[in-house]
């Protein structure tokens, strides 16, 4: 049985809850709990109870406490790693008072338009907060709230993003990082700070808000009493300020501001995201110029429909997701959820190019097609905004490094080498954000620097794929139908 200090690293994402136990010494996993959630509504609509996450997460450490055969009094610190952008309302006793908004609720859509245009475009809000408001922005959702229900707003005595809501529940204190903070649209990246013109210009009070720690590795806190005891673990514990969940897979991968852009990350999850950390602060319309948790940045780009959407077909097609072939003539555009990127809220997904011969499962291996050119024409986007031309051979030859629940996934991880040409990088740790956020413990607990902690445990090691020939006809026909559908995608 293990005597050295352990870490929890969690990671409360769209669909699950996963804490891993985590050697501190040497990074070592040694288990890790996982709990499902529910997430409910549609035509837009996309909540979750914040008590969810709460009884999510007690689940997952219970289940690492067992598995890992850990004696809880080596438990030495906690982070949150959580799904950015969703809006927690909470009332004066901390209760929430409606379930959260998540970031891929797109009834905000029309609020984030209307603030796009409230302050003088686009240009002006990258230039303070890094970002464009989007229907996934908190901003948006809190105008949408206050709009379409107004009672809720009233009632409303803190507002919180999914990490800072359980890390309150953890620690007593009100606390955020900078990297989740730069997902509101109320934070500066700019400044550091939140922005007060923003604030007066969606109605919010600066103290509804948490203070914003100076990285995801601050310790806020410590385990208080009533946590303690729900968890299982000793009282007193570190707390660290956590962060958002992409912000947390670059902690795990070892990989602080410098040198990221040449190996950019792509995440597969109900998300599919595409990040590379920089030094440079981001500031361009086409990505979301987040922070990172260690002080340096992270631009970004997000797509609605990832894997849920993928499995989503599977399913519609009666196929298991791994049974899927080359879609052949067959585009699918899997826009389920509306889409992010490009910034289509009111898009629903698209078929064409049947034929009498057309198979379900060519029908299934269009939709992963789909899927995965919208996220790399985001990378690509992503590349360019960063000053690199993702055309250059040096840059077409760089690895990818695939992460999230999909880069397990045969079929996912063929289908964005044949569509990247590129080499690929699949991480040994299926839970990079929960070793991220584990890091930021550690680092919390000790004082160390997260990023050279979690190198040192190794996050990023990795199988290489080498690169096959790029499927460029696919591409072609999957991007051409993209941009002769967008104009029918832009309404409902
Ligand atoms: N072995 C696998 N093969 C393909 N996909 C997988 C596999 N395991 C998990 N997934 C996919 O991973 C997704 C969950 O990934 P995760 O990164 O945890 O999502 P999220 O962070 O959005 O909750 C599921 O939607 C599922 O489709
Ligand atoms: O909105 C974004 C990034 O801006 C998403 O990436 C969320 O952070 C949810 O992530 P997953 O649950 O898909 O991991």
Same mark, same amino acid.
């Given at each position: 049985m293990p005597t050295q200090a352990v870490v929890i690293g969690v990671d409360s994402s769209t669909q699950s809850t996963k804490a891993a136990f985590i050697e501190a010494a040497t990074g070592r996993t040694l288990a890790v709990g996982r709990a499902a959630h529910q997430?409910?509504?549609?035509?837009?609509?996309?909540?979750?109870?914040?008590?969810?996450?709460?009884? +999510? =997460?007690?689940?997952?450490? $219970?289940?690492?406490? *067992?598995?890992?055969? !850990?004696?809880?009094?080596?438990? #030495?610190?906690?982070?949150?790693?959580?799904?950015?952008?969703?809006?927690?309302?909470?009332?004066?006793?901390?209760?929430?008072?409606?379930?959260?908004?998540?970031?891929?609720?797109?009834?905000?859509?029309?609020?984030?338009?209307?603030?796009?245009? +409230? =302050?003088?475009?686009?240009? $002006?809000?990258?230039? *303070?907060?890094?970002? !464009?408001?989007?229907?996934?922005? #908190?901003?948006?959702?809190?105008?949408?709230?206050?709009?379409?229900?107004?009672r809720a707003a009233k009632a409303t005595a803190a507002v919180r993003l999914p990490h800072d809501f359980l890390t309150e529940r953890l620690s007593g204190s009100a606390a955020t990082d900078p990297g989740d903070a730069s997902g509101t649209c109320w934070y500066s990246t700019a400044t550091g700070a939140y922005d007060p013109r923003l604030l007066e210009l969606v109605g919010l009070e600066a103290d509804l808000l948490p203070e914003v720690a100076e990285t995801g590795a601050t310790r806020v806190g410590s385990l208080i009493d009533a946590a303690a005891e729900d968890l299982g673990l000793p009282t007193g514990i570190a707390v660290a300020a956590g962060t958002g969940d992409n912000m947390a897979a670059a902690v795990g991968l070892g990989l602080g501001g410098a040198g990221l852009l040449d190996h950019p990350a792509l995440s597969l999850g109900t998300s599919g995201t595409v990040f590379a950390a920089t030094r440079t602060r981001p500031a361009s319309p086409v990505l979301a110029g987040f922070a990172a948790a260690d002080g340096t940045y992270l631009p970004l780009a997000c797509t609605l429909n990832c894997t849920q959407a993928v499995d989503r077909i599977a399913s519609l097609l009666g196929l298991s997701r791994d049974t899927a072939e080359a879609g052949g003539e067959v585009v699918l555009l899997p826009y389920l959820d509306g889409e992010r990127t490009p910034d289509l809220p009111a898009a629903s997904g698209l078929l064409t190019g049947l034929r009498h011969t057309t198979s379900r499962q060519q029908i299934l291996g269009a939709a992963y097609e789909g899927a995965v050119v919208t996220v790399l024409r985001a990378l690509d986007e992503v590349l360019r905004a960063c000053g690199t031309d993702p055309a250059d051979a040096d840059v077409a030859s760089r690895p990818l490094r695939l992460v999230g629940g999909g880069a397990r996934g045969r079929y996912w991880v063929e289908t964005v080498r044949r569509l990247s040409g590129r080499p690929l990088l699949i991480p040994e740790s299926d839970e990079l954000v929960a070793v991220g956020a584990a890091a930021l413990a550690a680092a919390a607990a000790s004082g160390e620097d997260p990023v050279a902690l979690a190198s040192r445990w190794q996050g990023g090691r990795a199988a290489h794929l080498p690169p096959v020939k790029r499927d460029m006809e696919t591409w072609e026909r999957v991007s051409e139908v993209l941009e002769r559908a967008t104009p029918t995608l832009l309404t409902r």
């Amino acid at each position: 049985m293990p005597t050295q200090a352990v870490v929890i690293g969690v990671d409360s994402s769209t669909q699950s809850t996963k804490a891993a136990f985590i050697e501190a010494a040497t990074g070592r996993t040694l288990a890790v709990g996982r709990a499902a959630h529910q997430v409910s509504g549609d035509h837009g609509a996309r909540e979750t109870d914040p008590e969810v996450w709460w009884n +999510a =997460l007690r689940e997952a450490v $219970a289940i690492g406490l *067992r598995e890992s055969g !850990v004696s809880a009094s080596a438990v #030495t610190g906690i982070a949150v790693a959580g799904q950015q952008h969703g809006l927690v309302v909470l009332d004066s006793s901390g209760r929430p008072v409606r379930p959260a908004l998540l970031w891929n609720d797109t009834r905000s859509a029309p609020q984030a338009a209307a603030l796009t245009e +409230a =302050l003088g475009g686009p240009e $002006a809000w990258t230039a *303070r907060t890094g970002s !464009v408001p989007v229907a996934s922005m #908190t901003a948006a959702k809190w105008q949408w709230l206050r709009e379409n229900e107004p009672r809720a707003a009233k009632a409303t005595a803190a507002v919180r993003l999914p990490h800072d809501f359980l890390t309150e529940r953890l620690s007593g204190s009100a606390a955020t990082d900078p990297g989740d903070a730069s997902g509101t649209c109320w934070y500066s990246t700019a400044t550091g700070a939140y922005d007060p013109r923003l604030l007066e210009l969606v109605g919010l009070e600066a103290d509804l808000l948490p203070e914003v720690a100076e990285t995801g590795a601050t310790r806020v806190g410590s385990l208080i009493d009533a946590a303690a005891e729900d968890l299982g673990l000793p009282t007193g514990i570190a707390v660290a300020a956590g962060t958002g969940d992409n912000m947390a897979a670059a902690v795990g991968l070892g990989l602080g501001g410098a040198g990221l852009l040449d190996h950019p990350a792509l995440s597969l999850g109900t998300s599919g995201t595409v990040f590379a950390a920089t030094r440079t602060r981001p500031a361009s319309p086409v990505l979301a110029g987040f922070a990172a948790a260690d002080g340096t940045y992270l631009p970004l780009a997000c797509t609605l429909n990832c894997t849920q959407a993928v499995d989503r077909i599977a399913s519609l097609l009666g196929l298991s997701r791994d049974t899927a072939e080359a879609g052949g003539e067959v585009v699918l555009l899997p826009y389920l959820d509306g889409e992010r990127t490009p910034d289509l809220p009111a898009a629903s997904g698209l078929l064409t190019g049947l034929r009498h011969t057309t198979s379900r499962q060519q029908i299934l291996g269009a939709a992963y097609e789909g899927a995965v050119v919208t996220v790399l024409r985001a990378l690509d986007e992503v590349l360019r905004a960063c000053g690199t031309d993702p055309a250059d051979a040096d840059v077409a030859s760089r690895p990818l490094r695939l992460v999230g629940g999909g880069a397990r996934g045969r079929y996912w991880v063929e289908t964005v080498r044949r569509l990247s040409g590129r080499p690929l990088l699949i991480p040994e740790s299926d839970e990079l954000v929960a070793v991220g956020a584990a890091a930021l413990a550690a680092a919390a607990a000790s004082g160390e620097d997260p990023v050279a902690l979690a190198s040192r445990w190794q996050g990023g090691r990795a199988a290489h794929l080498p690169p096959v020939k790029r499927d460029m006809e696919t591409w072609e026909r999957v991007s051409e139908v993209l941009e002769r559908a967008t104009p029918t995608l832009l309404t409902r």
